[in-house]
């Protein structure tokens, strides 16, 4: 963060049709990393690859195609609908000018559907609640056609039934999807993979967030056991 590296010496990979949650302790670097993921953030080492091709080596509006975000910074959407702002999506595929063919309509209203938002087209983004406003940059996100999202914190502020619809969106989802989050219910009902992240530190784990936790504390129950019997060698042998 700013020169200094918040983690070093990290390597995980997602695929297709997995759901990825990252996790760790506040100052891990979960968020920093998302957006180094993102291109928000330069990496200051390493690299980072998205079907094969170097990250830096994508065109900008190539890597728009693939790769959508849904952070938590809320969006300044004065004068705007929600249908302009589900339409901003469709960036990657304009000319200059921004105008929208029949074809990006046509994916605005599809995306508008599938996160169950078409009768918020004509409203103004600024006067619709927190779950709503999810729900139209889900639209945003779905209007590029990526094969990939990233979603940091994707259930604050949601009511129950918006957290359910989100889950059951992102079960369908056929891309790769990697997600922070401190909602443990959440986690464990749509993660496949989960990255263990301590401060330098990282470990993957196929499964959910319960799953990490067990197999977090049977390690470290062995890891116990074991320098219990190296501490008993010891005095034996005073």
Known sequence: YGKRPVAEGLSFHAGRGEIVTLIGPNGAGKSTILKTISGGL?????ELVLDGV???????????????????EKLQGELMTCRDVTAA??????????????????AVDQALE???GTDLGDRPFDRISDGQR???MLARALCQEPEMILLDEPTNNLDIDAVNWLEDFLLDFEGTVIVVSHDRHFLNTVCTHTVDIDYGKIKMYVGNYDF????????QAMLRNKNKRNQEKIEELQ
């Not at 330069?42 to 390493?46: E, H, Q, S, T, V």
């Not at 170097?54 to 938590?72: C, D, G, N, Q, W």
């Not at 999506?89 to 046509?106: A, F, H, I, M, V």
């Open 54 to 72: 170097p990250m830096e080596r994508i065109p900008r509006k190539e890597r728009a195609r693939k790769l959508a975000v849904v952070f938590t």
């Open 89 to 106: 999506g469709r960036y990657p595929y304009t000319g200059r000018l921004g105008l929208l063919s029949e074809k990006d309509q046509r």
């Open 134 to 136: 999810q729900r139209i």
């Open 42 to 46: 330069a990496p200051m080492g390493g």
């Open 114 to 116: 599938l996160v169950h």
């Open 212 to 219: 990490w936790y067990e197999s977090s504390q049977m390690v």
